[in-house]
């Protein structure tokens, strides 16, 4: 495109094209079908022009906008200028201010300005008395921070369903869904928007359609926790199992309370008292056993219950001061989903958390900005409003957002732009928390500081008969003179899953594992979120290491980092080396002076020294990701095509 410049511009009709007067063409019944004539008008006064404030780049469409101009005349104005441009052409600041100059507007860089920092709660300190800061932790708390409590009022309180993959989470929801939405709705739920909404006796409860706790913390990571309370789905016949367990400890480190759907009551072998006293052992206490857990007998199937259900939900939240909000005011809530619709574009489901979103409110979400053009609710049917706790879903934003990310409502579309460029350009910078400790040095530095008052642990071994005794170890640190306190905030069986790590990345834990390993997935997101991963084959060792952390004598950890992971594609044999795998780098990169991970079908066989490497005939100190090579292992030769070779080298944190 070309480019223009002020000296290429020249006084033109402020309303757009060449003055042509000459005679056009007029229908036989005496209509004129000429386009009018623009009218002659010489360009305001300096004392009279207005300043309009522009972006480096702006699209035809939006300058015409700014300068409350048509785009036809924007359009023809360039081209008077010698550009071709369509209504969607992205011009630089200079070209737009000469077209702004030329209908009577001065134009000047946007100053971005830096959205105000939230007003902190204030907290007495219980060994100064003095009155200090402290910064809310999660979009919740710091809504309820800003309103004074004269405008607060109930919302409905938003419920997560999770538990055990087979235990009837689906069929639950089914059930809620179609037991509780209006009579004539159930079966005209055409737009699914990732929640919906039921009543019970003139109160709202809302729903989170989400797969299970993965999603659940990975929100939380994210600083989002928009969960009120937890409905654990636990089957009569099946009781308390692995995911069972992840589940509660997922929602005990989120601070939710949990209500039990005991599910499949319906079945011949269905064993309630057995699944008592298996959640009363998980922590969940029954109150009919004198605990705080209601456990509320189900059938999804024969959809019994399921009122009961409801009326336990609405009872646990009534007991919660935090399920408040405040509807007169701009709306802020959370993404809980997002997609990009061949037909309709950018779409998100979006849970309102504080205020009301009106049609047509100008918005920005993390990097994206929009205005709201349509706006659904959990049936598909068009609304013009919602608000606090009500899920919608909206279209009319300029990309897809981020699950997770944070929804407000501004002044007008200017502001949304400036905030989401700001955004972008500052990523590094989120939402404000508190600094929190990923490592077990880490944690002594902060609590030394004053920072750290709670050392978390996720604790996994390789059976139960050795994971209690360990448990029972770690808690008799608990020294009473001591600063930081333990606790483990979840114990199970097997290896260190994806799952512990999303756990671990939520609630700043220390992951210890004994006589267990570490999957790859587990094993990258660990690497990426800094989460420290400590495993051993000797009790007292792991016992030992955390008592120095907490007193601040822990030497240096020698980790491993993984650098790059490879395919066997062929084995051969080559004289006094012996055997070799031919290998495609799949990732990152293979070098000569690292260990190497012999892996099939997901099972680690064997750990070793990288003996050879080449890349064709030659030898090589390392091949990168796409490329071909030969590798030999110290110690090893039983390669089969198909084998993943996962490279690491070892260093001291």
Known sequence: MATLTKDSARPVNPAGGRDNRSGGNQNRGGRDNRAPAPVDRKPPAQSERKTVELNDTTTVRELATIISVSPINVIRELMNNGVMANINQQLSFDEAAIVADAFGYEAKPKQIVAPEPEPAEQMVDPTTGKTVPVKPTTLRQRLLARESADMQERRPPVVTVMGHVDHGKTSLLDAIRKTNVAAGEAGGITQHVGAYQVEHEGRKVTFLDTPGHEAFTAMRARGAQVTD??????????????????????????????????????????????????????????????????????????????????????????????????????????????????????????????????????????????????????????????????????????????????????????????????????????????????????????????????????????????????????????????????????????????????????????????????????????????????????????????????KGMLTPKLVQRTIGAAEVRQVFKIGRVGMVAGVIVRSGVVQRNAKVRVQRDGQELYTGQVGSLKHLTEDVQEVRQGFEGGVSIEGYSDYKPGDTLEFFVEEYQ
């Open 229 to 550: 309370v937890a409905v654990l789905v636990v089957a009569a016949d099946d009781g308390v199992m692995p995911q069972t367990r992840e589940a509660i400890a997922h929602a005990k480190a989120a601070g939710v309370p949990i209500v039990v759907a005991l599910n499949k009551i319906d079945k011949a072998n269905a064993n309630p008292e057995l699944v008592k006293q298996q959640l009363a052992e998980s922590g969940l206490v029954p109150d009919e056993w004198g605990g705080d857990t209601m456990v509320i007998p189900v059938s999804a199937k024969q959809r019994k219950g399921i009122e009961d259900l409801i009326e336990g939900i609405v009872l646990v939240s009534d007991s919660l001061d935090t399920i408040r909000a405040n509807s007169d005011r701009k709306a802020i809530g959370t993404v809980i989903e997002a997609e990009l619709d061949k037909s309709k574009g950018a779409m998100a489901t979006v849970l309102i958390q504080n205020g009301t979103l009106n049609l047509g409110d100008a918005f920005v979400v993390g990097t994206v900005h929009g205005r709201v053009r349509a706006m659904f609710d959990f049936r598909g049917h068009r609304i013009k409003k919602a608000g606090p706790a009500t899920p919608v879903g909206i279209i009319g934003m300029s990309d897809v957002p981020v699950a997770g990310d944070v929804l407000e409502v501004v002044d007008d579309d200017r502001i949304a732009r400036a905030r989401a460029e700001q955004n972008q350009a500052t990523t590094a910078t989120k939402e404000a928390a508190p600094a929190r400790a990923t490592t077990l040095q880490e944690y002594f530095a902060q609590a030394q500081a004053g920072k750290a008052k709670k050392l978390l642990l996720i604790v996994k071994a390789d059976n139960q008969g050795t994971l209690q005794p360990i448990v029972d170890s770690l808690e008799k640190l608990n020294a009473s003179d001591s600063e930081v306190k333990l606790e483990v905030i979840y114990k199970g069986i097997g290896g260190i899953t994806e799952s512990d790590v999303e756990l671990a990345v939520a609630s700043g834990a220390v992951i210890l594992g004994f006589e267990v390993s570490i999957d790859n997935a587990a094993r990258r997101k660990a690497e990426s979120n800094r989460i420290d991963v400590r495993t051993y084959e000797v009790i007292y060792k792991l016992i030992e290491d955390v008592e120095l952390a907490l």
